[in-house]
């Protein structure tokens, strides 16, 4: 199936600890970014990747690290993670930075 | 800075009651207004692009409008499964990311 698929689910963590999150697209797509939804729902952008090279790194703790091995993925791994990280982690892709988005199906990052 | 207002933040219609979304939006200039649809526990999903005042597009019982200012969602004699969140998001000619609104839940009941 085409789409964009993110790893794992739900990911229920302590403070402190490091984690990360997967993200893989095969549509193709040259961008892609981490979106995080808080509690009120809004989406806001965190990283932006356009084939391998960072174009968006918007103001996030520098414990968040995004990777980008080829364009066909985007990691997001996280150090010392604090209970306001909590929220839904949204990778998404698109075609030259504009048009529609693909998202995935996001990670709940639970820290207790 | 970009800004995406959506109202209202709730709303219930019964099967068939017709109704209309609205998005308010402030950008320095507009590449691209864009409707999503969110259900629960899923990512959001693209349903429209709209480019320039006065642009019109249909998907079935949806018609997203859009003018300088503000952008309409009509859901014409909605059914159930057009239950979910409606984001509204805009694409500033200076930026390549997507400002969001905090969405309109929608709810149909039979």
């Known amino acids: 199936d085409t789409a964009v698929s993110q790893t794992p689910k739900y990911l229920v963590t302590q403070m402190g600890n490091d984690k990360s999150i997967k993200c893989e697209q095969n549509l193709g797509h040259d961008t892609m970014y981490w979106y995080k939804q808080d509690s009120k729902k809004f989406l806001k952008i965190m990283f932006s990747y356009n084939n391998k090279e960072l174009i968006i790194n918007e103001t996030v703790p520098n414990r968040f690290s995004p990777k980008s091995p080829d364009k066909a993925h985007l990691n997001l791994h996280i150090n010392s993670l604090e209970l306001g990280d909590s929220a839904v982690y949204f990778c998404?892709?698109?075609?030259?930075?504009?048009?529609?988005?693909?998202f995935g199906s996001g990670t709940r990052l639970t820290v207790v | 800075e970009d800004q995406v207002t959506q109202s209202p933040e709730a709303l219930r219609l019964q099967e068939g009651e017709s109704s209309s979304l609205n998005c308010s939006y402030t950008v320095s200039g507009l590449r691209g207004l864009f409707w999503y649809r969110q259900d629960p526990g899923k990512g959001p999903e693209f349903l429209f692009t709209l480019y320039s005042a006065g642009e019109e597009k249909e998907k079935e019982r949806l018609k997203a409008t859009l003018t300088k200012k503000e952008s309409f969602l009509h859901i014409t004699a909605p059914k159930p499964e057009d239950s979910a969140t409606y984001l509204c998001?805009?694409?500033?000619?200076?930026?390549?990311?997507?400002?969001f609104g905090s969405g309109t839940r929608l709810q149909v009941q039979p």
């Open positions: 998001a805009v694409q500033d000619t200076g930026r390549r990311a997507l400002t």
């Open positions: 998404a892709s698109s075609l030259q930075g504009a048009h529609g988005y693909t």
